[in-house]
């Protein structure tokens, strides 16, 4: 079990920049795919973006790509989500998830990560 904690979420206007944290209770190591979901109000959860640690190795949902970038500081077992340009359609709740994975390939399906956070609020407004 590798527990998750997420911060950084709140309110901004559209155009503005967050930066998400998630903090994993334990040594993640090599080998995890960390990744970030988002749920929007009356929509399923989609995968917004991941990367596979030891290798850096980084994926990104289309809606987010160029203007989302995620990072893992292996020091401090942290996961990063800076994220610029930010637009109304991006409110959500983002969660942290992780997920072992011998692939080397983070696929943003959500029913592939066991692991998760409790989340944290993103809101923008325009």
């Known amino acids: 079990q590798v527990p998750l904690v997420e911060s950084g979420g709140g309110s901004v206007q559209a155009g503005g920049s967050l930066r998400l944290t998630c903090i994993a209770d334990?040594?993640?190591?090599?080998?995890?795919?960390m990744g970030w979901f988002r749920q929007a109000p009356g929509k399923k959860r989609e995968g917004v973006a991941a990367?596979?640690?030891?290798?850096?190795?980084?994926y990104y949902a289309d809606s987010v790509k160029g203007r989302f970038t995620i990072s893992h500081d292996s020091a401090t077992d942290t996961v990063y989500l800076q994220m610029n340009s930010l637009k109304p359609e991006d409110t959500a709740m983002y969660s942290c998830?992780?997920?072992?994975?011998?692939?080397?390939?983070?696929?943003?399906?959500?029913?592939?990560?066991?692991?998760w956070g409790q989340g944290t609020q993103v809101t923008v407004s325009s």
């Open positions: 998830a992780a997920l072992f994975s011998r692939r080397a390939f983070c696929a943003l399906s959500q029913s592939e990560y066991p692991i």
């Open positions: 990367i596979y640690t030891g290798v850096g190795s980084t």
């Open positions: 334990v040594n993640i190591g090599n080998g995890y795919c």
